[in-house]
């Protein structure tokens, strides 16, 4: 799937303290990982969006032992439907079952999330939905960072698939994941509208973003 790239001619910020803090940390990190969420967008972009309130990057289930690894010593806490939502238990390596994801606060300067993600083969699996899958290729990039980073189109399937729409309560987009798909939807290409449209429509069909790819 090709994507529509930046112009590199335009000058790139240097990579914000808090985003190089997690790239140090994951610099030695065995298995694949990348930035997601806010961040990755202004990884794509280059530049400042918006204001961020936490740093996530998504890694794969299978490499949960190996991220335990690298970021005990951020007391983490592991969420999956074996605890509650609002759990303050450290993570101390429990395999979680999926969905899940790590939740940490190294200091009082930022949150930092582990989003875990599925892949079968050389597929990416969205949301454990067998139906809607991408080359692992085709789902990551290195961004104008230099950091690994997960695709446009990745992000904006993500962001549109948050709980509410999952179970059509028809709200709104969060106003940050508009303030996303506004960023991003310019620089998407149309194979990367295509597949979202489709994507999102068969999760969620009613949602407004729809009409808009």
């Known amino acids: 799937m090709s994507l529509s790239l930046p112009d590199r001619r335009q000058p790139v910020e240097p990579v914000p303290e808090q985003v190089a803090r997690v790239a140090e940390l994951m610099s030695a990190f065995r298995a694949d990982w990348f930035l ?7 990884a794509w972009l280059g530049r400042r969006t918006r204001d961020h309130h936490d740093i996530e990057i998504a890694a794969f289930q299978e490499d949960q032992a190996a991220i335990f690894e690298r970021i005990a010593g ?4 592991g969420h999956d439907d074996n605890v509650a939502d609002d759990t303050k238990e450290p993570w101390d390596g429990r395999r979680l079952d999926m969905p899940a994801h790590v ?8 949150d930092f999330e582990v989003q875990l993600c599925e892949r079968a083969g050389g597929e990416w699996v969205f949301n454990r939905e067998p139906r809607i899958t991408l080359p692992v290729s085709a789902c990551t990039y290195a961004s104008r960072w230099g950091l690994p980073a997960v695709s446009p189109e990745v992000m904006i399937f993500y962001k549109a698939h948050q709980p509410v729409w999952r179970h059509e309560r028809r709200k709104p987009p969060r ?5 996303d798909f506004v960023a991003l939807l310019p620089h998407l290409s149309d194979a990367a509208r295509s597949w979202l449209r489709e994507a999102i429509g068969l999760v969620s069909p009613a949602h407004p973003w729809l009409a808009r790819l």
Do not use: K
């Open 175 to 179: 106003p940050h994941d508009e303030l």
């Open 74 to 77: 951020w007391q983490p806490i």
């Open 103 to 110: 939740h940490a606060r190294p200091d009082d300067a930022f």
């Open 36 to 42: 997601c969420g806010g961040w990755a967008v202004d």
